[in-house]
């Protein structure tokens, strides 16, 4: 069982109202230059939060981490655990009655925790809220800006009554977080934690709303490696698995209807390409489906196209394709692996 260890007692979260009710927590492993700017940004908070707890997610690296979170209180876990544990955590040891969850690699406007308190304030009925990247994400190189902008307008164009949760900037009440149980610490590294909690927390009558206005900017890197690995296998495989098991999949966000149409019509894209060898006729069918595809997604790549114009938008376009291909592999994937959960399940 991995235990912490926190280098500051509690200290009582100023004001029963207003930014001192927010515990903002963020979990961290890797660090570095995004984690530093990730801790400037929120210590320049105008009004502060009542407190910053940062939980150090075990590693060799701890001391470091302890340096560069300077200013805030600090949680060691023992062993690495992943950001679920190390969330859960925090969320234990904060004093405010709002915690506020933001990933080590983006950077907050000065104003987010007096707008969180606000919107609590405002809506008593609200258990939580999470807002979006914004559309300037740090590193200039083509795929992240491609990446962050894709995530943006997904948000962006989402329901704002939400049928999920984000912790790259998420807020629920701590007394709703306790009560849904907090996230599975079984996901042992960035996967889909968040996304299931969020169903946990609608399954339970709880409301969670998509603030759109707050806004985070990116400080991530992506590489064509880490867009495939995370959208198989940290996104695909589970959420499909999570989809299967509790017989909810939203028109929303990731899930909506015309994300599912493009990635069927992605595999019949790939089919109709592969049998052409056979069947030239199938070329046909292939450009029936890439013409779909476009369709579908219009909005999204003239969105591409106003905000980095029109080479960047066709560039896009292959990789957002990819992008379905890899849902739609992750789905066999995850459906196959469910199968074998559920043959394993009957033998027994």
Known sequence: MTTARTSEPPSAVGGPAGAGRVSVIVPVRGGGDAFRVCMARLSACQPPPGEIIVVIDGGREGAARRDEAAGARVIALDAPSGPAAARNAGARAACGNVLLFVDSDVAVRPDLAGRVAAAFDADPDLAALMGSYDDEPADHRFLSQYRNL???????????????????????????????????????????????????????????????????????????????????????????????????????????????????????????????????????????????????????????????????????????????????????????????????????
Request: proline share 3%.
């Open 150 to 348: 894709l995530h943006h307008y997904v948000h962006q164009t989402g329901r704002e009554e939400a049928s999920t949760f984000w912790c790259g900037c998420g807020a629920i009440r701590r007394d709703a977080f306790l009560e849904s149980g907090g996230f599975d610490p079984s996901f042992s590294g960035a996967m889909i934690e968040d996304i299931e909690f969020g169903y946990r927390l609608r399954a339970a009558g709880r409301r969670i709303r998509l603030r759109k206005d707050l806004q985070v900017t990116h400080l991530k890197r992506w590489t064509a490696w880490s867009m495939l690995r995370t959208d198989v296998f940290s996104r695909a495989v589970p959420w499909t698995r999570l989809v299967l098991r509790s017989h909810v999949m939203p028109d929303d966000l990731n899930l909506r209807r015309g994300a599912r149409a493009s990635v069927a019509l992605t595999a019949a894209l790939a089919a109709s390409l592969a049998w052409a060898a056979w069947q030239p006729w199938s070329l046909a069918a292939a450009a029936a489906a890439a013409a779909g595809i476009l369709a579908l997604n219009a909005g999204f790549y003239r969105f591409l196209w106003r905000k980095r114009g029109p080479r960047f938008a066709v560039a896009a376009v292959p990789w957002h394709w990819l992008y379905f291909a890899c849902a739609g592999t992750g789905f066999l994937i995850g459906a196959g692996l469910e199968a074998a959960a559920a043959i394993r399940a009957a033998r027994r």
